[in-house]
């Protein structure tokens, strides 16, 4: 009985969000996505994190529109392919690097950080400023990147507010 009751709970939470999206689509072949969404807040600022964009989604597009709250801030995350966190996994192993106007140089990863790069290449250790590197090559097998950008908001529910917050995002 309990895992029949979290079925139909489960298919109830599922397509009801699904009547809450809706798309329209125009005949240049863009769409217009709009999900209503609800969120539990807290008082004072929250930050709310939405990572369920269309790979379509056109940088800039998106309005949230919330009822009984204040949008204070909203951010796009855009480092959908973590880049930092794959250099991390290059350290110790050999990358390439394309400087500007010059011509490219490998070595084994040593460390990086937000401003260098260091590489060792025959016995000696060289830093690059980021600024002046053109790109970085990295050697491993070809393996599908996933385009999964993210949204925030810091948000600020609207006083004597109970229970959860109502909107739409519309992009």
Do not use: C
Request: aromatic residues 10%; glycine residues 6%; without cysteine.
């Amino acid at each position: 009985m309990r895992y029949i009751a979290s079925l139909v709970i489960l298919f109830e939470v599922l397509f009801g969000q699904l009547e809450r999206t809706s798309m329209t689509i125009y005949k240049d072949g863009l769409a217009l996505i709009e999900h209503g969404l609800s969120w539990n807040l807290e008082e004072g600022s929250n930050t709310i994190t939405w990572d369920s964009l269309s790979q379509g989604f056109i940088e800039g597009s998106s309005f949230l529109n919330l009822q009984n709250a204040r949008i204070l801030t909203q951010k796009l995350n855009k480092n959908t392919f973590h880049f930092q966190n794959h250099l991390k996994e290059k350290i110790g192993q050999n990358i390439e690097i394309k400087l500007i106007n010059e011509r490219e140089i490998s070595g084994i990863l040593l460390e990086f950080d937000k401003s260098n790069l260091s590489i060792q290449r025959r016995g000696s250790i060289i830093v690059f400023n980021l600024e002046r590197i053109d790109y970085i090559s990295t050697f491993e097998e070809e393996r599908s990147r996933i385009y999964k950008p993210s949204l925030s908001w810091s948000i600020i529910p609207n006083d004597n507010v109970v229970g959860p917050i109502e909107g739409n995002l519309i992009y």
